[in-house]
């Protein structure tokens, strides 16, 4: 059973930066796609950023030129680095990775908040 945990949430300025990370227990090459999603109070959980074995990439509209999703295959880590933070991308991050046999695992989530 593979486990995958995120980590680097806080609170941040509008404007300001955060990457998070997001570990798993096995080789990432178990997963086919690996991805962020993130759930705002009283709203449905929504994509983010995706990112498939080959490194391919898909945002949201509403991050794009703004967060960028990487992987390091050698630390079996996805990043997602966020710049230019906004009010509205306050909201719980979960990371979540697809096997080729559809199994689909979750993170715990880690909270960002965008505040003055």
Not at 29 to 46: D, H, I, L, T
Request: glycine fraction near 10%; hydrophobic fraction near 35%.
């Amino acid at each position: 059973q593979a486990q995958i945990v995120e980590s680097g949430g806080g609170l941040v300025q509008p404007g300001g930066s955060l990457r998070l990370s997001c570990a798993a227990s096995v080789s990432m090459f178990s997963f086919y796609v690996m991805g962020w999603y993130r759930q705002a109070p009283g709203k449905e959980r929504e994509l983010v950023a995706i990112i498939t074995g080959r490194g391919s990439t898909n945002y949201a509209d509403s991050v794009k030129g703004r967060f960028t999703i990487s992987r390091d295959n050698a630390k079996n880590t996805v990043y997602l680095q966020m710049n230019s933070l906004k009010f509205e991308d306050t909201a719980v991050y979960y990371c979540n990775a697809k096997t080729r046999s559809d199994t689909e695992y979750w993170g715990q989530g880690t909270q960002v908040t965008v505040d003055s």
